[in-house]
Protein backbone atom coordinates (compact mmCIF):
# COMPACT_ATOMS: atom_id res chain seq x y z
CA UNK A 1 0.00 0.00 0.00
CA UNK A 2 2.85 2.38 -0.35
CA UNK A 3 2.20 5.64 -1.63
CA UNK A 4 -1.51 5.23 -2.43
CA UNK A 5 -3.81 6.99 0.13
CA UNK A 6 -5.42 3.52 2.24
CA UNK A 7 -8.77 4.98 2.43
CA UNK A 8 -9.36 6.26 -0.67
CA UNK A 9 -8.20 2.80 -2.11
CA UNK A 10 -10.41 0.70 0.20
CA UNK A 11 -13.38 2.97 -0.78
CA UNK A 12 -13.30 3.36 -4.45
CA UNK A 13 -12.48 -0.78 -4.29
CA UNK A 14 -15.39 -1.42 -2.24
CA UNK A 15 -17.45 0.67 -5.05
CA UNK A 16 -16.30 -0.94 -7.65
CA UNK A 17 -16.88 -4.56 -5.81
CA UNK A 18 -20.35 -3.89 -5.16
CA UNK A 19 -21.03 -2.61 -8.60
CA UNK A 20 -19.54 -5.75 -9.92
CA UNK A 21 -21.50 -8.27 -7.53
CA UNK A 22 -24.66 -6.17 -8.21
CA UNK A 23 -24.15 -6.88 -12.28
CA UNK A 24 -23.89 -11.00 -11.09
CA UNK A 25 -26.85 -10.71 -8.97
CA UNK A 26 -29.24 -9.71 -12.22
CA UNK A 27 -29.24 -13.18 -13.41
CA UNK A 28 -31.99 -15.25 -11.55
CA UNK A 29 -30.11 -16.13 -8.27
CA UNK A 30 -27.14 -15.16 -9.77
CA UNK A 31 -26.08 -18.91 -9.93
CA UNK A 32 -25.20 -19.33 -13.40
CA UNK A 33 -24.26 -15.26 -13.85
CA UNK A 34 -20.40 -14.15 -15.03
CA UNK A 35 -20.17 -10.50 -13.72
CA UNK A 36 -17.88 -7.88 -15.61
CA UNK A 37 -14.54 -8.42 -14.10
CA UNK A 38 -13.98 -5.60 -11.37
CA UNK A 39 -9.97 -6.72 -12.29
CA UNK A 40 -7.53 -8.84 -14.14
CA UNK A 41 -7.61 -12.24 -13.75
CA UNK A 42 -5.27 -13.87 -10.60
CA UNK A 43 -5.21 -17.04 -11.96
CA UNK A 44 -1.09 -17.72 -11.80
CA UNK A 45 -0.83 -14.94 -9.80
CA UNK A 46 2.66 -14.30 -8.89
CA UNK A 47 3.98 -11.27 -6.01
CA UNK A 48 7.27 -10.26 -4.78
CA UNK A 49 9.36 -12.60 -3.09
CA UNK A 50 9.41 -11.57 0.43
CA UNK A 51 12.38 -12.15 2.58
CA UNK A 52 9.84 -12.47 5.61
CA UNK A 53 6.15 -13.48 5.71
CA UNK A 54 4.84 -11.75 8.16
CA UNK A 55 1.65 -13.89 9.62
CA UNK A 56 -1.46 -12.59 11.47
CA UNK A 57 -3.49 -15.45 12.53
CA UNK A 58 -7.71 -14.46 12.92
CA UNK A 59 -9.14 -17.34 15.16
CA UNK A 60 -6.60 -19.28 17.09
CA UNK A 61 -9.12 -21.85 18.62
CA UNK A 62 -9.45 -25.76 17.97
CA UNK A 63 -8.68 -25.56 14.37
CA UNK A 64 -5.98 -22.11 14.65
CA UNK A 65 -3.81 -22.86 17.44
CA UNK A 66 -2.82 -25.51 15.13
CA UNK A 67 -0.80 -22.58 13.17
CA UNK A 68 0.72 -20.70 15.64
CA UNK A 69 3.13 -23.92 15.83
CA UNK A 70 3.09 -24.48 12.64
CA UNK A 71 4.36 -21.42 11.28
CA UNK A 72 6.79 -21.11 14.27
CA UNK A 73 8.46 -24.20 12.48
CA UNK A 74 8.60 -22.64 9.23
CA UNK A 75 11.87 -20.50 8.26
CA UNK A 76 10.67 -17.35 7.34
CA UNK A 77 7.69 -17.03 8.84
CA UNK A 78 7.20 -14.81 11.73
CA UNK A 79 3.81 -14.21 13.51
CA UNK A 80 2.86 -10.47 14.34
CA UNK A 81 -0.47 -10.64 15.65
CA UNK A 82 -2.83 -12.55 16.79
CA UNK A 83 -6.61 -11.97 17.50
CA UNK A 84 -9.45 -14.15 18.97
CA UNK A 85 -12.28 -13.07 21.14
CA UNK A 86 -12.12 -16.05 23.91
CA UNK A 87 -9.86 -15.05 26.63
CA UNK A 88 -9.24 -18.46 27.66
CA UNK A 89 -8.00 -19.05 23.53
CA UNK A 90 -5.90 -15.97 24.02
CA UNK A 91 -4.11 -16.80 26.97
CA UNK A 92 -3.60 -19.83 25.55
CA UNK A 93 -1.48 -18.80 22.29
CA UNK A 94 0.63 -15.92 24.36
CA UNK A 95 2.04 -19.13 26.92
CA UNK A 96 2.70 -21.05 23.14
CA UNK A 97 4.22 -18.05 21.90
CA UNK A 98 6.14 -17.36 25.14
CA UNK A 99 7.35 -21.05 25.07
CA UNK A 100 9.20 -20.69 21.34
CA UNK A 101 10.50 -17.66 22.55
CA UNK A 102 10.62 -15.47 19.60
CA UNK A 103 9.02 -12.49 20.49
CA UNK A 104 5.33 -11.94 21.27
CA UNK A 105 3.40 -10.47 19.04
CA UNK A 106 0.18 -8.26 19.24
CA UNK A 107 -2.96 -9.72 20.65
CA UNK A 108 -6.17 -8.02 19.37
CA UNK A 109 -9.21 -9.68 21.94
CA UNK A 110 -12.20 -6.65 22.33
CA UNK A 111 -15.36 -7.09 20.27
CA UNK A 112 -16.05 -9.17 17.05
CA UNK A 113 -14.58 -6.68 15.09
CA UNK A 114 -11.31 -6.55 16.84
CA UNK A 115 -9.70 -8.18 13.38
CA UNK A 116 -9.98 -5.15 12.09
CA UNK A 117 -6.97 -3.43 14.28
CA UNK A 118 -4.76 -6.65 12.94
CA UNK A 119 -5.90 -5.96 9.77
CA UNK A 120 -4.40 -2.15 9.70
CA UNK A 121 -1.55 -3.29 11.07
CA UNK A 122 1.60 -2.54 8.44
CA UNK A 123 3.66 -5.82 10.10
CA UNK A 124 1.38 -8.14 8.85
CA UNK A 125 1.45 -9.74 5.37
CA UNK A 126 -0.84 -12.30 5.32
CA UNK A 127 -4.15 -13.34 7.18
CA UNK A 128 -4.68 -16.51 8.19
CA UNK A 129 -8.49 -16.89 9.02
CA UNK A 130 -10.00 -19.76 11.26
CA UNK A 131 -13.61 -18.79 12.75
CA UNK A 132 -16.44 -19.50 12.43
CA UNK A 133 -18.17 -20.39 9.01
CA UNK A 134 -19.93 -16.64 8.02
CA UNK A 135 -17.13 -14.82 8.81
CA UNK A 136 -14.85 -16.37 6.34
CA UNK A 137 -15.87 -14.14 3.32
CA UNK A 138 -16.45 -10.44 5.34
CA UNK A 139 -12.66 -11.23 7.07
CA UNK A 140 -11.27 -12.51 3.75
CA UNK A 141 -12.42 -9.60 1.66
CA UNK A 142 -11.66 -6.64 4.35
CA UNK A 143 -8.15 -8.40 4.51
CA UNK A 144 -7.34 -8.29 0.66
CA UNK A 145 -8.75 -4.73 0.51
CA UNK A 146 -6.43 -3.52 3.42
CA UNK A 147 -3.58 -4.70 1.00
CA UNK A 148 -3.31 -8.40 2.63
CA UNK A 149 -3.03 -11.84 0.92
CA UNK A 150 -5.90 -13.44 2.79
CA UNK A 151 -5.79 -17.56 3.71
CA UNK A 152 -9.45 -18.69 4.81
CA UNK A 153 -10.32 -21.98 6.36
CA UNK A 154 -12.85 -24.09 4.43
CA UNK A 155 -15.77 -23.33 2.85
CA UNK A 156 -14.32 -20.14 1.57
CA UNK A 157 -18.38 -18.39 1.72
CA UNK A 158 -21.60 -19.98 2.16
CA UNK A 159 -23.44 -18.27 -0.89
CA UNK A 160 -22.60 -17.73 -4.68
CA UNK A 161 -22.77 -14.19 -4.28
CA UNK A 162 -19.95 -14.57 -1.57
CA UNK A 163 -18.01 -16.09 -3.79
CA UNK A 164 -18.38 -14.19 -6.71
CA UNK A 165 -17.40 -11.17 -4.10
CA UNK A 166 -13.94 -12.91 -3.37
CA UNK A 167 -12.87 -13.38 -7.01
CA UNK A 168 -13.82 -9.86 -7.84
CA UNK A 169 -11.70 -8.84 -4.88
CA UNK A 170 -8.71 -10.37 -5.41
CA UNK A 171 -8.76 -9.77 -8.66
CA UNK A 172 -9.25 -5.72 -7.93
CA UNK A 173 -6.65 -5.77 -5.74
CA UNK A 174 -4.31 -8.53 -6.97
CA UNK A 175 -3.86 -9.92 -3.53
CA UNK A 176 -4.07 -13.98 -3.01
CA UNK A 177 -7.29 -15.59 -1.44
CA UNK A 178 -6.70 -19.36 -1.00
CA UNK A 179 -8.93 -21.57 0.93
CA UNK A 180 -6.97 -23.12 2.54
CA UNK A 181 -8.01 -27.04 1.43
CA UNK A 182 -4.94 -29.16 3.66
CA UNK A 183 -6.38 -32.47 2.36
CA UNK A 184 -4.21 -31.71 -1.14
CA UNK A 185 -1.39 -31.81 0.98
CA UNK A 186 -2.00 -35.73 2.44
CA UNK A 187 0.50 -38.33 0.86
CA UNK A 188 -2.10 -40.29 -0.58
CA UNK A 189 -3.80 -37.42 -2.59
CA UNK A 190 -0.47 -36.12 -3.90
CA UNK A 191 0.64 -39.80 -4.31
CA UNK A 192 -2.36 -40.13 -7.01
CA UNK A 193 -2.22 -36.64 -8.14
CA UNK A 194 1.66 -37.87 -9.63
CA UNK A 195 0.34 -40.92 -10.75
CA UNK A 196 -2.48 -39.27 -12.80
CA UNK A 197 0.12 -36.79 -14.04
CA UNK A 198 2.08 -39.56 -15.20
CA UNK A 199 -1.13 -41.54 -17.15
CA UNK A 200 -1.15 -44.54 -14.71
CA UNK A 201 -4.95 -44.63 -14.70
CA UNK A 202 -5.47 -43.59 -18.50
CA UNK A 203 -7.82 -40.82 -19.39
CA UNK A 204 -9.72 -40.20 -16.27
CA UNK A 205 -13.44 -40.11 -16.16
CA UNK A 206 -14.93 -40.24 -12.90
CA UNK A 207 -13.98 -39.13 -9.15
CA UNK A 208 -15.59 -39.48 -5.75
CA UNK A 209 -15.50 -37.93 -2.91
CA UNK A 210 -16.22 -37.42 0.63
CA UNK A 211 -16.82 -36.54 3.96
CA UNK A 212 -17.97 -39.41 5.90
CA UNK A 213 -16.68 -37.70 10.02
CA UNK A 214 -19.42 -39.13 12.58
CA UNK A 215 -19.51 -35.79 14.70
CA UNK A 216 -22.68 -35.63 16.94
CA UNK A 217 -20.71 -35.48 19.81
CA UNK A 218 -19.90 -31.98 18.84
CA UNK A 219 -23.56 -30.96 19.73
CA UNK A 220 -22.33 -31.08 23.52
CA UNK A 221 -19.85 -28.23 23.30
CA UNK A 222 -22.53 -25.40 23.98
CA UNK A 223 -20.10 -22.59 24.75
CA UNK A 224 -17.10 -22.73 23.08
CA UNK A 225 -15.26 -24.90 20.51
CA UNK A 226 -16.43 -26.08 16.92
CA UNK A 227 -19.97 -27.82 18.01
CA UNK A 228 -21.07 -24.67 19.97
CA UNK A 229 -21.60 -23.03 16.00
CA UNK A 230 -21.06 -25.56 13.25
CA UNK A 231 -24.59 -27.78 14.89
CA UNK A 232 -26.79 -24.96 14.35
CA UNK A 233 -26.16 -25.01 10.24
CA UNK A 234 -27.94 -28.72 10.69
CA UNK A 235 -31.04 -26.75 10.89
CA UNK A 236 -30.30 -24.02 8.39
CA UNK A 237 -29.22 -25.70 5.17
CA UNK A 238 -30.29 -29.16 3.68
CA UNK A 239 -27.24 -29.92 1.23
CA UNK A 240 -23.86 -30.74 1.23
CA UNK A 241 -22.47 -28.59 4.37
CA UNK A 242 -18.46 -29.32 3.93
CA UNK A 243 -17.54 -30.63 0.43
CA UNK A 244 -14.15 -29.68 -0.07
CA UNK A 245 -11.87 -32.48 2.00
CA UNK A 246 -12.46 -35.09 -0.77
CA UNK A 247 -13.25 -32.83 -3.65
CA UNK A 248 -10.30 -30.48 -3.49
CA UNK A 249 -7.80 -33.45 -4.70
CA UNK A 250 -9.98 -34.83 -6.83
CA UNK A 251 -10.55 -31.74 -8.59
CA UNK A 252 -6.91 -31.50 -8.76
CA UNK A 253 -6.39 -34.64 -10.38
CA UNK A 254 -9.22 -33.30 -13.38
CA UNK A 255 -7.73 -30.32 -13.45
CA UNK A 256 -10.32 -28.20 -12.59
CA UNK A 257 -10.13 -24.53 -13.64
CA UNK A 258 -7.27 -25.42 -15.52
CA UNK A 259 -8.37 -27.64 -18.60
CA UNK A 260 -12.04 -28.91 -17.53
CA UNK A 261 -14.43 -27.29 -14.84
CA UNK A 262 -17.69 -27.99 -13.44
CA UNK A 263 -20.86 -27.43 -15.24
CA UNK A 264 -23.46 -29.00 -13.74
CA UNK A 265 -24.81 -30.89 -10.27
CA UNK A 266 -27.99 -32.71 -8.95
CA UNK A 267 -28.41 -33.17 -5.52
CA UNK A 268 -30.24 -35.02 -3.24
CA UNK A 269 -30.68 -35.44 0.43
CA UNK A 270 -31.73 -38.80 2.81
CA UNK A 271 -33.90 -38.11 5.88
CA UNK A 272 -32.68 -36.24 8.85
CA UNK A 273 -33.14 -38.34 11.84
CA UNK A 274 -29.68 -38.97 13.21
CA UNK A 275 -29.32 -35.19 15.01
CA UNK A 276 -32.80 -35.23 16.39
CA UNK A 277 -32.23 -39.16 17.63
CA UNK A 278 -29.07 -37.84 19.45
CA UNK A 279 -30.25 -34.97 21.13
CA UNK A 280 -33.31 -37.07 22.88
CA UNK A 281 -30.98 -39.37 23.87
CA UNK A 282 -27.73 -37.11 25.35
CA UNK A 283 -29.67 -33.70 26.63
CA UNK A 284 -32.74 -33.14 28.75
CA UNK A 285 -36.39 -32.86 26.93
CA UNK A 286 -35.92 -28.55 27.58
CA UNK A 287 -32.58 -28.44 26.44
CA UNK A 288 -31.56 -25.87 23.39
CA UNK A 289 -30.35 -28.82 21.78
CA UNK A 290 -34.12 -30.40 21.53
CA UNK A 291 -35.10 -26.88 20.21
CA UNK A 292 -33.55 -26.85 16.85
CA UNK A 293 -35.33 -28.36 13.76
CA UNK A 294 -32.78 -30.71 12.23
CA UNK A 295 -33.34 -30.34 8.46
CA UNK A 296 -29.79 -31.43 6.72
CA UNK A 297 -30.29 -34.64 5.54
CA UNK A 298 -27.93 -37.29 7.64
CA UNK A 299 -26.57 -38.33 4.01
CA UNK A 300 -26.05 -35.73 1.55
CA UNK A 301 -25.42 -37.14 -2.41
CA UNK A 302 -24.53 -34.88 -5.18
CA UNK A 303 -23.12 -35.96 -9.04
CA UNK A 304 -21.66 -33.34 -10.56
CA UNK A 305 -20.38 -33.41 -14.19
CA UNK A 306 -17.78 -31.31 -15.72
CA UNK A 307 -17.63 -29.56 -19.23
CA UNK A 308 -15.90 -32.46 -20.38
CA UNK A 309 -18.14 -35.04 -19.49
CA UNK A 310 -16.61 -36.71 -15.86
CA UNK A 311 -18.88 -37.47 -13.59
CA UNK A 312 -18.19 -36.93 -9.49
CA UNK A 313 -19.87 -37.85 -6.64
CA UNK A 314 -19.66 -36.32 -3.69
CA UNK A 315 -21.06 -37.09 0.08
CA UNK A 316 -21.53 -35.39 3.22
CA UNK A 317 -22.43 -37.44 6.31
CA UNK A 318 -21.62 -35.88 9.65
CA UNK A 319 -24.42 -37.77 11.99
CA UNK A 320 -24.68 -41.43 11.47
CA UNK A 321 -22.25 -44.34 12.96
CA UNK A 322 -19.77 -45.05 10.53
CA UNK A 323 -16.10 -45.47 10.07
CA UNK A 324 -14.39 -41.90 8.71
CA UNK A 325 -13.78 -41.71 4.97
CA UNK A 326 -12.88 -39.17 2.07
CA UNK A 327 -13.40 -41.92 -0.41
CA UNK A 328 -10.88 -40.11 -2.45
CA UNK A 329 -11.57 -42.65 -5.63
CA UNK A 330 -10.29 -41.66 -9.22
CA UNK A 331 -11.38 -44.15 -12.06
CA UNK A 332 -9.73 -43.84 -15.59
CA UNK A 333 -9.77 -46.02 -18.86
CA UNK A 334 -6.70 -48.19 -17.46
CA UNK A 335 -8.19 -48.84 -13.99
CA UNK A 336 -8.61 -46.90 -10.18
CA UNK A 337 -7.43 -45.92 -7.37
CA UNK A 338 -9.95 -46.18 -4.31
CA UNK A 339 -8.76 -44.66 -0.45
CA UNK A 340 -10.49 -46.10 2.83
CA UNK A 341 -8.64 -48.30 2.87
CA UNK A 342 -6.09 -47.86 0.14
CA UNK A 343 -6.10 -50.23 -3.13
CA UNK A 344 -5.44 -50.02 -6.61
CA UNK A 345 -6.58 -51.74 -9.80
CA UNK A 346 -4.85 -51.67 -13.08
CA UNK A 347 -5.48 -53.11 -16.07
CA UNK A 348 -1.92 -52.53 -17.63
CA UNK A 349 0.98 -51.66 -15.00
CA UNK A 350 -0.18 -53.50 -12.15
CA UNK A 351 1.19 -56.25 -9.98
CA UNK A 352 -2.30 -58.52 -10.49
CA UNK A 353 -5.05 -58.76 -12.35
CA UNK A 354 -7.62 -55.37 -12.15
CA UNK A 355 -10.39 -58.15 -10.74
CA UNK A 356 -8.45 -58.12 -7.27
CA UNK A 357 -7.22 -55.18 -5.24
CA UNK A 358 -3.72 -54.27 -4.73
CA UNK A 359 -3.99 -53.27 -1.39
CA UNK A 360 -0.19 -53.08 -0.27
CA UNK A 361 0.69 -49.42 -0.54
CA UNK A 362 4.47 -49.63 -0.08
CA UNK A 363 5.27 -50.68 -3.43
CA UNK A 364 3.30 -47.69 -4.86
CA UNK A 365 4.68 -45.29 -2.29
CA UNK A 366 7.93 -46.47 -3.25
CA UNK A 367 7.06 -45.76 -7.24
CA UNK A 368 5.33 -42.62 -7.11
CA UNK A 369 5.51 -40.75 -3.90
CA UNK A 370 5.61 -37.16 -4.80
CA UNK A 371 8.48 -35.06 -4.86
CA UNK A 372 6.89 -32.44 -2.65
CA UNK A 373 6.52 -35.59 0.23
CA UNK A 374 9.62 -37.07 -0.51
CA UNK A 375 11.35 -34.10 0.43
CA UNK A 376 9.71 -32.60 3.32
CA UNK A 377 7.09 -35.80 4.35
CA UNK A 378 9.23 -36.52 7.05
CA UNK A 379 9.52 -32.97 8.71
CA UNK A 380 5.68 -32.89 7.97
CA UNK A 381 5.11 -36.03 10.21
CA UNK A 382 7.02 -34.74 12.89
CA UNK A 383 5.01 -31.64 13.30
CA UNK A 384 1.77 -32.99 12.79
CA UNK A 385 -1.29 -31.62 11.62
CA UNK A 386 -3.57 -34.47 10.20
CA UNK A 387 -0.52 -36.41 9.38
CA UNK A 388 1.55 -33.65 8.12
CA UNK A 389 -0.73 -32.41 6.13
CA UNK A 390 -1.30 -28.85 7.61
CA UNK A 391 2.23 -28.19 8.04
CA UNK A 392 2.87 -29.35 4.72
CA UNK A 393 -0.17 -27.18 3.19
CA UNK A 394 1.66 -23.94 5.43
CA UNK A 395 5.29 -24.87 4.62
CA UNK A 396 4.27 -24.41 1.05
CA UNK A 397 2.20 -21.57 1.40
CA UNK A 398 5.59 -19.52 2.63
CA UNK A 399 7.68 -21.50 0.08
CA UNK A 400 5.57 -19.91 -2.77
CA UNK A 401 5.53 -16.30 -1.22
CA UNK A 402 9.11 -16.71 -0.56
CA UNK A 403 10.45 -17.30 -3.98
CA UNK A 404 8.03 -15.70 -5.93
CA UNK A 405 5.84 -18.45 -7.06
CA UNK A 406 2.38 -18.80 -7.67
CA UNK A 407 0.18 -20.73 -4.93
CA UNK A 408 -1.06 -24.07 -5.36
CA UNK A 409 -4.78 -23.06 -4.71
CA UNK A 410 -6.38 -19.81 -5.92
CA UNK A 411 -9.29 -17.53 -5.20
CA UNK A 412 -11.27 -19.35 -8.37
CA UNK A 413 -10.72 -23.34 -6.96
CA UNK A 414 -11.88 -22.26 -3.40
CA UNK A 415 -14.89 -20.78 -4.80
CA UNK A 416 -15.43 -23.55 -7.34
CA UNK A 417 -15.33 -26.35 -4.67
CA UNK A 418 -17.30 -24.05 -1.87
CA UNK A 419 -20.11 -23.42 -4.33
CA UNK A 420 -20.95 -26.99 -3.77
CA UNK A 421 -22.38 -26.24 -0.41
CA UNK A 422 -25.36 -23.85 -1.78
CA UNK A 423 -25.68 -25.55 -4.88
CA UNK A 424 -26.44 -28.43 -3.64
CA UNK A 425 -28.89 -26.89 -0.79
CA UNK A 426 -30.55 -25.39 -4.46
CA UNK A 427 -30.86 -29.11 -5.74
CA UNK A 428 -32.52 -30.64 -2.82
CA UNK A 429 -35.14 -27.82 -2.53
CA UNK A 430 -35.75 -28.33 -6.52
CA UNK A 431 -36.20 -32.10 -6.32
CA UNK A 432 -32.45 -33.13 -7.05
CA UNK A 433 -32.91 -31.33 -10.12
CA UNK A 434 -29.70 -30.28 -11.81
CA UNK A 435 -27.62 -26.91 -10.90
CA UNK A 436 -25.44 -24.67 -12.68
CA UNK A 437 -22.07 -23.74 -11.64
CA UNK A 438 -20.83 -19.95 -12.37
CA UNK A 439 -17.50 -20.14 -14.02
CA UNK A 440 -15.74 -18.36 -11.82
CA UNK A 441 -12.64 -18.07 -14.22
CA UNK A 442 -14.30 -15.82 -16.77
CA UNK A 443 -13.43 -18.51 -19.55
CA UNK A 444 -9.51 -18.46 -18.18
CA UNK A 445 -9.71 -22.29 -17.21
CA UNK A 446 -9.58 -23.04 -20.81
CA UNK A 447 -5.96 -21.88 -21.52
CA UNK A 448 -5.18 -22.24 -17.91
CA UNK A 449 -2.01 -24.86 -17.47
CA UNK A 450 -2.75 -28.18 -14.45
CA UNK A 451 -1.06 -27.85 -11.69
CA UNK A 452 2.47 -29.01 -11.95
CA UNK A 453 3.98 -31.66 -9.84
CA UNK A 454 6.66 -29.71 -7.51
CA UNK A 455 9.70 -30.41 -5.32
Not at 15 to 23: D, E, M, N, Q, R
Request: hydrophobic share 40%.
Amino acid sequence: MAGLDRRGFLKASMASVAAAALAGCAAKEGAVATPKAAGKSVMGLVVPKMDEVRVGLIGVGERGVGFIHHFNNIDGARITAICDIDPLVIARAEKIMADYGQGLPAFYQQGKHAYRELLSREDVDIVVICTPWEWHHPMAKEAMLAGKHAFVEVPMGLTIEELWDLVDTSELTQRNCMMMENVCYGRDELMVLNMVRQGVFGDLLHGEAAYIHELRWQMKEMDRKTGSWRTAYHAKINGNLYPTHGLGPVSQYMNINRGDRFDYLSSMSSPALGRAAYAKREFPADHPRNQLNYISGDMNTSLIKTVKGRTIMVQHDTTTPRPYSRHNLIQGTNGVFAGFPNRIALENGGRDSFHHWDEDMAYWYEKYDHPLWLRMGREAEQNGGHGGMDFLMCWRMIYCLRNGEPLDQDVYDGAAWSAVQPLSAQSVADRGNSKDFPDFTRGVWQTAKPLGIVG
